[in-house]
């Protein structure tokens, strides 16, 4: 089971208890370039499948959870199951998006 947290709980544990998580975004580059979590890390779902080595060593790196975020949450939550089932662990995903991040963390992030 994959395991969620919202944009609110997650603005607290990043200066707490996922001060070394790794934010995957798993948007497309347009998407990215539009509003994204400073810090995030690009790897959009259309190239997942090649790069969950890449995505491994990035988390074996951190030594900490994956956080994996995309618009509204659905395609994160896809790719967290997806790399769940490669045998990655410690994966989270940001329920409601970056357009939650943005609403009610970080207004000076567009929404799209």
Request: include cysteine.
């Amino acid at each position: 089971m994959i395991e969620q947290i919202d944009a609110a709980a997650l603005s607290e544990a990043r200066t707490q208890a996922l001060s070394g998580a790794v934010l995957l975004d798993v948007r497309e580059p347009w998407e990215y370039e539009r509003a994204r979590i400073s810090e995030s890390i690009n790897v959009p779902m259309s190239t997942l499948g090649s790069r969950v080595d890449e995505v491994r060593a990035l988390q074996e790196s951190a030594g900490a959870p994956l956080v994996l975020i995309c618009h509204h949450g659905s395609r994160s939550m896809q790719c967290a199951q997806f790399l769940a089932g490669q045998g990655l662990g410690s994966l989270i995903n940001l329920s409601g998006g970056i357009d939650a991040w943005s609403q009610r963390v970080d207004p000076s992030i567009a929404r799209y």
